[in-house]
């Protein structure tokens, strides 16, 4: 059974420690927009479209007056609801605050007192407790009053208000105000329980999103994402406080939330807010379980054909639209990664028919979703095999890679193709000259290094255990025999990659492509007729002189010692020929790689220093210790096998050179 890997997300540079396609990367979902998305919320004109039902004074007071329009309210409420104010100095305790505040002092004593006061009016279902918050609201825009409502004494009482009808909304604001670019102020609320609380309140309908759309997305984003408060914490630790405050959501949060995308008033910005959101939310399996019974994928799918059809608002609204729907493909990509969504969707389901049907649309963005999605599901070869022999989906990705149109969809469309490439009875089908065309076209795209990368990362996959494939990575370029194109090949356009790329990544993955090519050939050499084995191996060597540089590069890079023994295999496994001797003779010509050559054989450099990998053993641990051990005595019996086979097939090296290696074989 093949071991899948994960389908690409969009196209992002490839890690410095990326070594293997066996593994798929994935892209960062796009930066979401921070909480200066919108301004402080004036509540003059918030509570005049929002709870038009009230009658306000024509002229809120700002937050320095916070404390004199609480006095009104007060005194208003002695008369018709008959609180307790439990204090007949209240009205002086007021404009005396009022004083102090002017002069940048704040009584706490008296917010408490507040705070008791509210709590009456709650409690007495009263019409001034909307008056009190509007105040409050209008107040939490001031910088001093915000740092005091960081404490848990109060943001409890804030949260808690989320729940009353009649002031949910200037709750929402005052929270809001409080948060907006504020991270202790978010971090606060978040391990309060905001979240939660958020989506108690609009399943409930004590929270009608309407105007308040944008305020409410915002604070379900950062109450449920690990905010930079954390960048200073161990990530392990971060998880856990993030699952631990996820945990504490309801059941129907995550379809409370993605009820928001159908909201009218919702533009880009709020929907990329939302979606942010239940990637949150999906990195629990207990909501990836919802998600997937409830059939919630559907409405994500269905946003992204609405963007299609929304009127053009111009350059600025479709960069959003697209962000939008990278975002939308992100968390879809990486929830249909999971078990739970191979169990849920099988081929002959209807979610998957639609999907291969977006694999021909003319929207990128649509075929960018669809390889993602089905890309993951191509994790078996069952899976693989059905794609392929009785689908034929690879034709339409083939398809996707002629027309170009856009480079992303090229890039999951090649990472697709490499996962249904991995069953050996695949290979052969996928593997055509039409193909080898296609993927070889994009090896000019130097401005692309990332595509570049994927498609010799399927080259590889093809030709892994195919001598079929191999043999059409030799045809020549062009039949008539009096073009210069026919003596080069597809191998040489690959060649070529490798001497102009700067790309240690790429360089890498055309090494092993050429390792998988050695390999390929050694095995089949059993079951071919010598002739025919004769035949590939000149053709081979012949038309590809610098052949072993990419091999030189393996074994001479540090980075990554199972690459550099991989180099050390191939190398080897080429000498074997006096043609490949001949082309491992030359890099040998290079200082660097003789003296790795040398390095490996005797554990001493040529100035007679103790190579790298010994002195990097004293640094690990005693297990990591181990294994350097052990993978260097099979670098050091394949670079013997090396020297053993140079010195009985090469006859072209000078006498000073073969007199060092046999030197060094002596050792």
């Known amino acids: 059974m093949a071991t899948q890997g994960d389908i690409y997300g969009m196209p992002s540079a490839p890690s410095q420690n990326e070594t293997s396609s066996s593994s798929v990367n994935r892209?960062?979902?796009?930066?979401?927009?921070?909480?200066?998305?919108?301004?402080?919320?004036?509540?003059?004109?918030?509570?005049?479209?929002?709870?038009?039902?009230?009658?306000?004074?024509?002229?809120?007071?700002?937050?320095?007056?916070?404390?004199?329009?609480?006095?009104?309210?007060?005194?208003?409420?002695?008369?018709?609801?008959?609180?307790?104010l439990d204090d007949p100095d209240w009205l002086n305790r007021l404009q005396r605050a009022d004083e102090d505040s002017r002069q940048g002092n704040r009584d706490i004593d008296i917010l408490k007192w507040i705070r008791t006061v509210l709590d009456q009016l709650r409690s007495l279902d009263s019409e001034h407790l909307v008056e009190a918050a509007a105040v409050l609201a209008n107040a939490s825009r001031d910088d001093v009053n915000r740092e005091i409502a960081i404490d848990p004494e109060y943001i409890q009482p804030m949260i808690g208000h989320l729940d009353h009808d009649e002031v949910a909304g200037i709750a929402v604001s005052v929270i809001y105000n409080i948060c907006n670019n504020n991270e202790r102020a978010q971090h606060a609320f978040r391990t309060s329980g905001l979240c939660p609380?958020?989506?108690?309140?609009?399943?409930?309908?004590?929270?009608?999103?309407?105007?308040?759309?944008?305020?409410?997305?915002?604070?379900?984003?950062?109450?449920?994402?690990?905010?930079?408060?954390?960048?200073?914490?161990?990530?392990?630790?971060?998880?856990?406080?993030?699952?631990?405050?996820?945990?504490?959501?309801?059941?129907?949060?995550?379809?409370?939330?993605?009820?928001?995308?159908?909201?009218?008033?919702?533009?880009?910005?709020?929907?990329?807010?939302?979606?942010?959101?239940?990637?949150?939310?999906?990195?629990?399996?207990?909501?990836?379980?919802?998600?997937?019974?409830?059939?919630?994928?559907?409405?994500?799918?269905?946003?992204?054909?609405?963007?299609?059809?929304?009127?053009?608002?111009?350059?600025?609204?479709?960069?959003?639209?697209?962000?939008?729907?990278?975002?939308?493909?992100?968390?879809?990509?990486?929830?249909?990664?999971?078990?739970?969504?191979?169990?849920?969707?099988?081929?002959?389901?209807?979610?998957?028919?639609?999907?291969?049907?977006?694999?021909?649309?003319?929207?990128?963005?649509?075929?960018i979703c669809a390889c993602l999605v089905l890309g993951n599901l191509a994790r078996s070869d069952a899976v693989c095999l059905e794609m392929v022999q009785t689908r034929r989906l690879?034709?339409?990705?083939?398809?996707?890679?002629?027309?170009?149109?856009?480079?992303?969809?090229?890039?999951?469309?090649?990472?697709?193709?490499?996962?249904?490439?991995?069953?050996?009875?695949?290979?052969?089908?996928?593997?055509?000259?039409?193909?080898?065309?296609?993927?070889?076209?994009?090896?000019?795209?130097?401005?692309?290094?990332?595509?570049?990368?994927?498609?010799?990362?399927?080259?590889?996959?093809?030709?892994?255990?195919?001598?079929g494939n191999v043999r059409w990575l030799l045809e020549s370029l062009s039949a008539d025999q009096d073009s210069p194109a026919h003596e080069k090949t597809y191998l040489s356009l690959l060649l070529l990659l490798f001497g102009r790329t700067d790309d240690v990544s790429t360089k890498v993955e055309i090494g092993r492509t050429v390792a998988t090519i050695c390999r390929c050939i050694t095995s089949s050499s059993q079951g071919l007729p010598p002739e025919s084995t004769s035949a590939i191996l000149h053709r081979l060597y012949e038309m590809h002189a610098d052949i072993a540089r990419p091999l030189a590069f393996m074994i001479t890079q540090h980075r990554f010692p199972i690459i550099r023994s991989e180099g050390w295999f191939a190398l080897a496994l080429m000498a074997r020929s006096k043609e490949g001797s001949t082309a491992v003779s030359e890099v040998l010509q290079q200082m660097e790689v003789f003296g790795a050559l040398v390095s490996n054989v005797t554990g001493q450099s040529i100035?007679?220093?103790?190579?790298?990998?010994?002195?990097?053993?004293?640094?690990?641990?005693?297990?990591?210790?181990?294994?350097?051990?052990?993978?260097?005595?099979k670098d050091r019996e394949n670079a013997l096998v090396l020297v053993n086979e140079l010195l009985k097939n090469t006859v072209s090296l000078d006498f000073l050179f073969s007199s060092i290696l046999r030197r060094v074989l002596s050792r």
């Open 27 to 84: 892209v960062t979902p796009p930066t979401t927009p921070s909480t200066e998305k919108a301004p402080d919320i004036d509540h003059k004109d918030q509570l005049t479209h929002a709870f038009g039902e009230l009658v306000l004074q024509e002229q809120l007071p700002m937050a320095e007056r916070m404390f004199i329009s609480l006095a009104t309210t007060f005194r208003s409420a002695t008369e018709t609801d008959s609180i307790d």
């Open 607 to 633: 100035n007679g220093q103790g190579n790298s990998s010994s002195n990097n053993d004293e640094e690990a641990g005693a297990e990591q210790q181990q294994q350097q051990r052990e993978m260097q005595a």
């Open 394 to 467: 690879h034709e339409n990705l083939l398809q996707m890679l002629r027309d170009r149109s856009d480079m992303q969809a090229s890039y999951a469309a090649l990472g697709f193709l490499r996962n249904l490439a991995l069953p050996a009875e695949n290979k052969q089908i996928m593997g055509t000259l039409q193909s080898m065309e296609v993927i070889s076209s994009f090896w000019s795209l130097d401005l692309n290094p990332q595509v570049q990368h994927a498609s010799v990362a399927l080259l590889r996959q093809l030709l892994n255990g195919c001598i």
């Open 197 to 367: 609380a958020l989506v108690n309140a609009l399943f409930s309908a004590s929270l009608e999103p309407g105007p308040l759309l944008p305020y409410i997305c915002t604070l379900l984003d950062f109450s449920s994402q690990q905010c930079e408060y954390f960048r200073d914490f161990n990530p392990e630790i971060v998880l856990t406080i993030l699952a631990a405050d996820l945990s504490s959501c309801p059941e129907h949060s995550l379809e409370t939330i993605m009820q928001l995308l159908n909201e009218p008033e919702a533009d880009p910005s709020d929907l990329l807010l939302i979606i942010s959101t239940v990637s949150a939310f999906l990195q629990q399996e207990r909501f990836q379980r919802q998600f997937l019974e409830r059939e919630l994928v559907n409405l994500l799918l269905e946003v992204i054909s609405r963007t299609y059809t929304q009127e053009n608002g111009g350059p600025e609204a479709e960069e959003e639209l697209a962000f939008l729907r990278n975002s939308i493909n992100q968390t879809l990509s990486d929830v249909s990664a999971t078990s739970l969504f191979a169990n849920k969707y099988p081929l002959n389901s209807r979610l998957v028919g639609s999907l291969i049907r977006w694999l021909s649309s003319p929207r990128d963005q649509m075929r």
